[in-house]
Structure formats: C-alpha cells, structure tokens
C-alpha cells in the first residue's frame, strides 16, 4: 500500500526545504538522522541537499552523541533530526553534554501537529520545551502552511543557527510538527533565493583594562602561585608564557591543550603525593577552564587562601564556592594582554622546587611503567597518547581513561585532545568518537571496557560504513574505578559496582565488523597501533588487564612518586 500523497506532503517539503537551504548558508555541513515517519519532510530535505552530509543511525542516542562529536570536532553546529515521541527523548543525554560542554548543535525533532497533543495520539509525547533549561533555545514551530508569509522558514533557520553560536554556544530545539500526509508527490522545487550570512562562533568577550590589571597585580605580588588548567573548548597558549613568566608552576589536563612543554610533566602525581602537597601549598591559584578532575586538584583548590577562575565559557567553575573572583573573558587575550606587565620571576626558589621535584616524579612514574611487562592502564593512556602522530585528535572517555591520561601523559605539541567533559558521563562514547573521527584527520580513541559496551549499538550500526577509527580499550572487565573508591568496602561492590561483564570483545567487534587485535605485552602496544592504522576502517585495539593489578598499579605509582619526592625539596 502506497503512502497518502497530498498537497500537504509538498508544502511540508518546501519549507523544510527552505529551512534546510538556510542552514546550508549559514555553514551547515552535516547532519544524523533517524528512521521515522513524522520526521519524512525533514530527512527528504536534508538527504535531497547535496551539500548535506548525512549520517543516518538506527538508535537516536547514537545519533546525537555523533553529531555532538561533529560539532566538537568542527566547532560549527551539526544537526540532529528525529521522529515524534520517545525518538526525541534519547537526544537527551547528548543535549545535556553540548549544554555543560558548551557545544553547537542543532536539535530538530519531528512532532504531531498541536490538535494531536494531549488526546492519546500515538506516539505523540510532550515536546515543548522537552529540553528545559539545557537548550540555549526553544521554539515550537508552526505547521508548514499555517504561517504562509514568504521566508519564515528561512528567518526561523538563522535564528536558531546565531543563538547555537551565540556565547556561550549551546544546543538550540527546533520542535517541527507536521501533518498528514507526510510523503510529497514529487521531489519538490528548489528553494529561490535563499541566502544567509555566514555566523561565525562568537568568541568570549575581551578582557577590559581591569581585568588585566587585577590579574598583573595577582600574579606580581604573589610568589607562591599555582596555575591549574581545566578543560577548555578554546586552548589559550598564552597562559603558557604567562606562568612560566609569573614563576608559577603549571598543571595542565591534557583536555586544556595546555599539556605542552612548559607544563609540569607529572603535576597530578605531585599533588597526589602528600608530604609534598603540604610541603608545597600555594598561597594563590588561577584556574583556567573548567574545574579539575583529580581529587587531589580539586583539594587544592577547595582549600588555596586565593582561589582565582579564568572562565572563558560561563561554566562556573567553581564547586566548592570558593573563588575570590570570576573572569568571565577570553582565556588567550587575557594572558596575553597581561604578560608585559606581570615582572619575570622565571627563576624564583619556589618555581624551581616544583621543577625539580617534577623532573624526579616524571622518571619515577615512567620507571615503574616501564618496569611491568604486563600492560597497565596508566602505561596503555602515556604510550597512546605519545604515539599518535602530530596533527591527530586523541577522543578520551571519562571513569579511569581520563584521569590515567592526567596521570601518565608527557606534555606534547601537535595532539588534539577531546573529552565528553560537561557532564563526565560515559554514555555515548562510542558515537562521540565516531563523529569526531567522520569529521576528518587521524583519529584515535582511549575507552574502558564499560564505555564500549554502553554504546555498542553504535558500533555495531556503524563500523561497515566507511569511518576511520581506531578504539583502545583496556578491559578489566568491570569499572575498576570503584575499586579505588569509598564503595570498595562494600559488600555489594561486585554486583552493584564492578558489574563485571565476561564479554568476548572480539566475538562483539567481529558480529560489527570491526578489526579486533589483542596487546598481551605492553611493549607491543605501539606496534598494534600502526597496524590498526594502516588498516583503516573501525579497529578495536583490546588490552587485557585483571582488575586487581590496575589497583596494584596505581598505589605502586603513588609510592613510588612519594618516595622519590618526599617533603625535603625545599618549600620555595
């Protein structure tokens, strides 16, 4: 049986169509979309625009954490298009992340006409303003012909493009109800003059006289200062130089761009190693970027006399209500604008100390890395991370990859680091890495055994259809992080924490036609990636680890820092 044809059909498509044009114009690159029949105007006009991308995913979850990879790949908005109902409850999650992440995309869900809404219609949901407070904007769009006047559709379009742009970028919610029939009966006309300015991302604003001022006057004045590096949508090298010219030592999270040379090359190990840490307490700290992942960063912060954010995107970044004062301005003219008048203290006692100490940490962890033949977690995250040739994109998950990768990578140039950071979750990773991967370049991925499973379906959709990827997943078979947590003392910490699954990776990345190789030897990792890369497609890179020795290893690494640093380096 045919579908209903009807004028209907083709006014819907044309102003989807003129829609679609208008974010074309406005830099519109690609877009995922989801199997569905409310939504038919609006894939028909995405697919039918040759200047469109489209991914199309079975699982709208999947779906929305691509095109939030897309959109943090590219720093431009990706769309994502839906079906009525609970079709656009799974963009949620992926909504939720652009939001905290402060990431463009576009979220166009498909809707029953209003006359549809709060009668018992199938599969008709509350859309409204389904996304609350995380949608930078919302508006329930009229139905196609019910507001006739010429470039509507086209105003709607750039709307919604500037407001996902617009500081700090976000999700935007366009909610599209239309009416049946759905199906046009033609292709339907090309869009007449569409045009759209091109809108860039608008930047953080620029730092005022004053704000340079209050922050040369912090840093001159004080010796005894911290830089801590969170993660930034933006990096600001600048604040490189500026540190290093204040004489305050430099912690940066690889998801900062910051981890280059002038770093500290162990800093997460130093602060985790307590007779140091008190030893060496600063008496100020200029966060830049969000808040910091370890526990140990976050201590130092909670507890510093002067806590100082540089917060280029409005995250308030500040958990534990302690900042003194909040620059909301952009990160790199910021230091830059302040270098000339911060005076050098490039060798002060104190800076010194923390070099010294972090030379001693930096061979300290490498020599217990290097010491196990078995592979460890910590070593798996140093190796990919130095490995990776310059001009590659390094996608982390969140749980115990990230903060391994803090742990154990050596400050770099030319690695691009990216991170589903706003809310931590490790939904979607798969997704994220893939759309990250399909917007080009050398791409790999760090995961834990429990992120790959949680979005396995995105694998198993996704690995035939022409993407490069290459997926590191160290698998101790469970969360390890909980052993490690307050939870180990629980009696349920297995079956309620751990969850240890006893999946065969392999059998799961050859049922998605994945390449599998396995790494038993840690030494033998770095081979294992060229061969991944030289392979091309979706491979998966599995590194067995029993979940007992990532704990070994961790607290060997913590006593091995302490010992070689002790308290006796001199407080500054």
């Not at 990879?69 to 652009?98: D, M, N, Q, W």
């Not at 890179?541 to 029993?546: D, K, N, S, T």
Request: hydrophobic share 45%.
């Amino acid at each position: 049986m045919n579908p209903p044809q009807g004028p209907e059909g083709d006014v819907a498509l044309a102003c989807m169509r003129e829609l679609v044009a208008a974010l074309v114009a406005s830099g519109l690159t690609d877009a995922c979309v989801s199997p569905g029949s409310r939504s038919t105007p609006l894939a028909l006009a995405l697919a039918r625009d040759g200047r469109v991308r489209v991914h199309v995913h079975l699982d709208e979850r999947a779906a929305g954490f691509f095109a939030l990879g897309l959109a943090k790949a590219t720093g431009r908005p990706a769309a994502v298009a839906c079906t009525s109902g609970t079709a656009a409850a799974e963009l949620f999650p992926a909504v939720v992340e652009a939001a905290m992440a402060r990431v463009p995309l576009l979220v166009l869900t498909a809707d029953r006409p209003p006359e549809l809404r709060g009668v018992g219609a199938n599969q008709t949901i509350w859309q409204v303003g389904l996304y609350g407070r995380y949608a930078r904007w919302s508006l329930d769009a009229p139905v196609p012909g019910d507001r006739p006047e010429p470039g509507h559709w086209h105003g709607l379009a750039l709307e919604a493009w500037a407001r996902s742009l617009r500081h700090p970028p976000g999700p935007v919610h366009l909610n599209l109800p239309f009416r049946e029939p759905l199906v046009p009966s033609g292709p339907g006309r090309e869009p007449e003059g569409v045009a759209a300015p091109l809108a860039d991302a608008a930047g953080p604003p620029p730092p005022g006289r004053e704000e340079v001022e209050a922050l040369a006057e912090l840093l001159g004045s004080i010796e005894r200062g911290v830089v801590l590096a969170g993660s930034l949508r933006q990096a600001a090298p600048s604040v490189v130089e500026l540190a290093r010219r204040a004489g305050w030592p430099l912690l940066a999270e690889p998801t900062s761009g910051l981890r280059v040379p002038g770093a500290l090359e162990a800093g997460q190990a130093l602060l985790a190693a307590e007779r140091f840490a008190a030893a060496h307490g600063p008496e100020a700290v200029l966060q830049v970027g969000a808040a910091p992942t370890s526990r140990p960063a976050l201590a130092v912060c909670a507890s510093v006399p002067r806590l100082w954010t540089l917060d280029p995107d409005d995250l308030v970044a500040d958990p534990h209500r302690r900042a003194e004062r909040r620059l909301v301005v952009d990160a790199e003219a910021l230091a830059r604008a302040t270098l000339a008048r911060v005076p050098p203290r490039e060798g002060s006692a104190w800076l010194e100390a923390w070099r010294r100490a972090d030379a001693v940490a930096r061979a300290a962890v490498d020599g217990v890395l290097d010491g196990w033949s078995e592979p460890s977690e910590p070593r798996v995250a140093r190796d990919l991370a130095a490995r990776l040739p310059a001009g590659s994109t390094l996608v982390v998950a969140s749980s115990m990859p990230i903060r391994d990768l803090d742990l154990a990578m050596r400050p770099r140039t030319g690695l691009r680091v990216l991170g589903n950071r706003g809310a931590s979750g490790i939904d979607g990773f798969v997704s994220t890495a893939l759309g990250v991967a399909a917007a080009g370049g050398r791409v790999a991925a760090l995961s834990g055994d429990l992120s790959f499973l949680h979005d396995v379906g995105s694998l198993i959709w996704s690995a035939r259809r022409g993407i490069d990827l290459v997926l590191v997943v160290p698998n101790n078979d469970g969360g390890a992080i909980f052993s490690m947590l307050p939870q180990r003392e629980l009696p349920e910490l297995e079956p309620l924490f751990v969850t240890p699954h006893g999946l065969d990776l392999e059998a799961v990345c050859r049922a998605a036609g994945a390449g599998h190789a396995l790494v038993l030897q840690a030494q033998d990792l770095p081979a294992a990636l060229e061969r991944a890369f030289a392979e091309g497609g979706v491979q998966v890179v599995e590194v067995p680890v029993e979940r007992a020795a990532t704990v070994r290893h961790h607290e060997e690494l913590r006593a091995a820092v302490a010992a070689a640093v002790g308290g006796g380096l001199g407080a500054g």
